[in-house]
């Protein structure tokens, strides 16, 4: 077998470890599932499981990554050279197809459910670690770029990024999760990203 399909196999592998174990997480709780379970429900053995993800809590954090990677958030959206439009528009139109997902609004209301147990939100602290803080860090640096390079002009930019995704984020979601879903916000949703995406580029953009 070359490197090339080992690779491609340990990756196959990794993919089937992150959606069993985000299947278990939400329907046994991230206490109430095993790395035992994760690893029968995979596929794998227990010791594939650890090779991949050194703890249950590496293992949700690697989930939270791999579901803003599913939607197109990665590292690679926020190329500097990219158009500031293109990069705040793709970023307002994947952030909120990631919100309105049912996968992420259960997600969501699990931390809201473990924050109010006796260790404090431990789930909810990795879940905001690795998702939006790390979003808003992404954002952040790439704000900063385009200062540097005098595309934008922007006081602080990790005050703008969490404006412009908080922004974002709006009624809709909150109705959501609540379990209020408004049709008519659904269907403005489009024009309420370009809206969005033009306040901030008339408040920055040089």
Known sequence: MTSTNR???SEEKRQ???????????TRSFEGASMDQVAVAAGVSKQTVYSHFGSKEELFSAIIEYKLAIHDITDELFDKNRPVHDVLLELAEHF???????????????CIADASKKDKGRVAKLFVEAGPKRLTSLFKCYLEEQNQMGTLQIDNPGFAAQQFLYMIKAEAYSLKTLGQEDPQHTQ???????????????AYLQ
């Not at 089937?16 to 939400?26: G, R, T, V, Y």
């Not at 909120?96 to 699990?110: C, D, H």
């Not at 403005?188 to 008339?202: G, T």
Request: charge should be neutral; hydrophobic fraction near 50%.
């Open 7 to 9: 690779r491609s196999k």
């Open 16 to 26: 089937q470890i992150l959606s069993a174990a985000s299947d278990l997480f939400l």
């Open 96 to 110: 909120t197809k990631l919100l309105m997902s049912e996968e992420a609004i259960s997600i969501f209301r699990v």
């Open 188 to 202: 403005d949703l489009p024009a309420y990203i370009q809206s969005c995406v033009s306040v901030f580029e008339k």
